[in-house]
């Protein structure tokens, strides 16, 4: 049922989106070099690594890390990334990993393929089962202003009351949020 919901919405914010979509495409084109996608390693369902797009808000250059990791994140910004980052539109191109069956549009956030300690956290409290997803409980209760430990608590507190409801719930407050430009710290 999930898989159903998760493959009709796409459609539908895609048809809503596709202006967005392609201005940002335009945008991330016509001011940095390199393309306008980032794939990342990141950690899917079972732990497997999978290729997420984003657009790509980084300099070509910039090291493959968490950016909260970096000492200046701006510093590796591309001119169009932080208003790509604070409106969230780098994210629009994940809605092809949940076509893909890659992601869902709630779940935990993927991990990086190199934060060992967040995958090892989730491993062990069976949230590596989950299908991650574009946002989540964790990323509409504090996102980056959280520590590991408290991420890994939100996934499993949703992990143990998945329903329809709380995904709606989820999709609602992560609207606000997007909309209020609310817990993102780059």
Do not use: C
């Amino acid at each position: 049922m999930k898989r159903l919901f998760d493959f009709l919405l796409v459609v539908i914010v895609f048809i809503l989106l596709i202006v967005p979509i392609i201005l940002a495409a335009i945008a991330v084109r016509i001011t940095s070099k390199g393309g306008v996608l980032y794939w990342s390693d990141r950690i899917g369902r079972n732990n497997e690594i999978f290729k997420m797009p984003k657009f790509r808000s980084m300099l070509i250059d910039a090291p493959s890390v968490a950016t909260h990791l970096l000492n200046n994140p701006d510093s590796h910004l591309s001119p169009i990334g932080g208003f790509l980052r604070r409106t969230s539109l780098d994210e629009l191109p994940q809605l092809f990993s949940v076509l893909k069956g890659d992601m869902s549009f709630i779940g935990p956030r993927p991990a990086l393929y190199n934060q060992d300690d967040l995958i090892a956290l989730r491993t062990e409290n069976g949230v590596d089962k989950l299908l991650p997803g574009i946002t989540g409980w964790a990323q509409v209760n504090g996102r980056d202003e959280l520590s590991i430990h408290d991420k890994v608590a939100l996934d499993v507190e949703y992990l143990n009351h998945q329903s329809f409801w709380l995904d709606m719930k989820i999709l609602w407050m992560t609207f606000l949020k997007v909309v209020k430009r609310d817990g993102v710290s780059h």
